[in-house]
């Protein structure tokens, strides 16, 4: 049994759309912060969330944009606004009943990645960041303050957001790995590629969120 119903996440003056998530008996609560010109009716987001439940995590997909700032390309890659939004929403989580005592984790996509290491370098009670294709570059002067395991995924295809990661990871001071999908590109659209990613996401989460 899950407690699932669609929420209104309220930040500041805007109030976003977002589906929560969260099985009995769940161990920590996952929130997905989505890359540019997605929602929290990403597929993929979507596919990689049903894994982590099944696996007895809770889950929290919502828009971190309104429809009037997604409508604007250069909104979409302000981290700045991403990462508040993100804050927002773990402290509505945390003055939530039934999701405050839970331990909490970050899944990010693309531009959602770098927002995800941000709002982990700026709270201390993040418990597992995954990363998937992310452009973990544009959280370059965060990464050291990183404290929360951190797990990259990346297609061996997708070579240049390959690079970067490398180079993020190495900046990283926390645990911290990188898995290559090889011959995956950036949406990991191949047979099989996006259950690799879920499934290594569902195992890096059940070990640092339990």
Same mark, same amino acid.
Request: hydrophobic letters at 45%.
């Given at each position: ?16 759309d977002g589906e929560l998530v969260v099985p009995d008996?769940? *161990? ?10 997605? *929602? ?15 696996? $007895?995590?809770?889950? !929290? ?9 997604? /409508? ?13 939004? !993100? !804050?927002?929403?773990? /402290? ?12 909490? &984790?970050?899944? $990010? *996509? ?7 290491? /941000?709002?982990?370098?700026? /709270? ?6 995954? *990363? @998937? $294709? ?11 303050? %990183? ?27 926390? @645990? ?6 090889? &011959? ?12 690799? %990613?879920?499934? !290594? ?10």
């Amino acid at each position: 049994m899950s407690d699932q119903h669609a929420v209104t996440v309220p930040i500041g003056d805007v109030r976003l759309d977002g589906e929560l998530v969260v099985p009995d008996g769940a *161990s920590g609560l996952v929130v997905f912060a989505h890359g540019s010109g997605s *929602s929290r009716l990403s597929p993929r987001n979507n596919y990689v969330a049903d894994v982590l439940r099944a696996r $007895g995590l809770g889950t !929290l997909l919502f828009d971190l944009l309104t429809e009037a700032e997604d /409508r604007t390309y250069e909104t979409r890659f302000d981290i700045d606004l991403l990462t508040e939004r !993100l !804050l927002g929403a773990t /402290r509505w989580l945390r003055g939530r009943e039934g999701t405050a005592d839970l331990r909490l &984790g970050y899944f $990010g *996509s693309s531009t959602g990645a770098a927002a995800a290491l /941000r709002a982990a370098a700026d /709270r201390d009670d993040i418990g597992a960041v995954v *990363s @998937r $294709g992310g452009r973990v570059d544009l959280a370059s002067a965060a990464l050291p303050s %990183v404290g929360a395991p951190t797990l990259f995924v990346v297609g061996g295809a997708d070579t240049e957001v390959l690079e970067r990661n490398r180079e993020a990871l190495a900046a990283l001071t926390c @645990r911290k790995e990188l898995a290559v999908i090889e &011959g995956a590109g950036h949406l990991f659209e191949g047979e099989g590629e996006l259950e690799e %990613v879920a499934d !290594l996401a569902a195992e890096w989460f059940a070990e640092h969120l339990s």
